[in-house]
């Protein structure tokens, strides 16, 4: 059974980067039916997509984010990262990473981490 | 692009059926036939109730059903049960600039 976990630090400061690692356990990160993303919740408010990546490099950002935002892969330990770089108090967020099906006509999200919360703050 | 439209809240009794609205437009929920619907108890991640806009993966009820016309999707629950009450989100599939919308989020109260 297909399980994400996601890690990395619940605090960063105002300007600094945020990073977030998501481990894959129970299949392979190098399947090409599937893309690997993060999606975010702010507390009490909605979800919001950030961005995803196939395991050979290609991503796809939110435009919103884009700026700000690095996705890449280690297939070696089947993982995949997150960076968002100068982050404010409005990143403050569950960060989820999932799993996404983009093949064979099919497009969503089917496994999703249990989430983290990174609260930006000096 | 903003995120899709859906009611802030919905309700309904014990076996009663509901409808959840998601309106989008012709470059996301009318343009393609990827829609998919998520279920989410506090402080638990989504789950998918339904993808593709009417596809239910395997272990949902069928009490959950989908369909779309024109730019808006909506799920349906019939047969309402108390484990039904959740934050309910479309989500759409919205080009190759945007990629992926999701919506507000509705939340189901079970009377």
């Known amino acids: 059974q297909l399980q994400l976990q996601e890690s990395g630090p619940g605090l960063v400061k105002p300007s600094e980067t945020l990073s977030l690692i998501c481990t894959v356990s129970?299949?392979?990160?190098?399947?090409?039916?599937?893309?690997w993303g993060w999606i975010r919740q702010p507390p009490g408010k909605g979800l919001e997509w950030i961005g995803s990546m196939f395991y050979s490099g290609n991503t796809k950002y939110n435009p919103s984010l884009k700026s700000r935002v690095t996705i890449s892969v280690d297939t070696s330990k089947n993982q995949f990262s997150l960076q968002l770089s100068s982050v404010t108090a409005a990143d403050t967020a569950v960060y989820y990473c999932a799993r996404l099906v983009d093949s064979y006509g099919s497009y969503y999200f089917d496994s999703w981490g249990q989430g983290t919360l990174v609260t930006v703050s000096s | 692009q903003s995120a899709l439209t859906q009611p802030r809240s919905v309700s309904g009794s014990p076996g009663q059926s509901v409808t959840i609205s998601c309106t989008g437009t012709?470059?996301?929920?009318?343009?393609?036939?990827?829609v998919s619907w998520y279920q989410q108890h506090p402080g638990k991640a989504p789950k998918v109730m339904i993808y593709d806009v009417t596809k239910r993966p395997s272990g949902v009820p069928d009490r959950f059903s989908g369909s779309k016309s024109g730019n808006t999707a909506s799920l349906i629950i019939s047969g309402l049960q108390a484990d039904d009450e959740a934050d309910y989100y479309c989500c759409s599939y919205a080009g190759s600039y945007t990629y992926v919308l999701f919506g507000g989020g509705t939340k189901l109260t079970v009377l």
């Open positions: 012709s470059g996301d929920v009318g343009g393609y036939n990827y």
């Open positions: 129970g299949g392979s990160i190098s399947s090409s039916r599937y893309y």
